[in-house]
């Protein structure tokens, strides 16, 4: 599975952005989604997840309320939808899929995008 990350860039406080992440190379069908950021120095931390049929959903408690995942299988895309943004969301945000139910751990995740960049100015 080969995922393809997009969306990021530089937004002021309060702003909104929409992160798209596109898997291709082996069928979509049974994976779970995850979103996971890294800001400099820091680790990589889970953001959001969504099980394969989209009928739940799990969120850091930093995003929650003002980040919704969602996705469209038929067209293999998970959405990352940004509203109230900070400046401490600023990291390189990325997308990964595993088999089965949804993780929040990224050693659980098997396929990983690129990352893209995502700078909350103040």
């Known amino acids: 599975v080969q995922l393809q990350a997009s969306g990021g860039g530089l937004v002021q406080a309060g702003g909104s952005l929409r992160l798209s992440c596109v898997t291709s190379?082996?069928?979509?069908?049974?994976?779970?989604m995850g979103w996971f950021r890294q800001a400099p120095g820091k680790e990589r931390e889970f953001v959001a997840a969504i099980t394969w049929s989209g009928g739940s959903t799990y969120y850091a408690d930093s995003v929650k309320g003002r980040f919704t995942i969602s996705r469209d299988n038929a067209k293999n895309t998970v959405v990352l939808q940004m509203n109230s943004l900070k400046p401490e969301d600023t990291a390189v945000y990325y997308c990964a899929a595993r088999r089965g139910s949804y993780g929040t751990t990224s050693g659980s995740y098997h396929y990983w995008g690129q990352g893209t960049l995502v700078t909350v100015s103040s």
């Open positions: 190379g082996r069928t979509f069908s049974g994976y779970s």
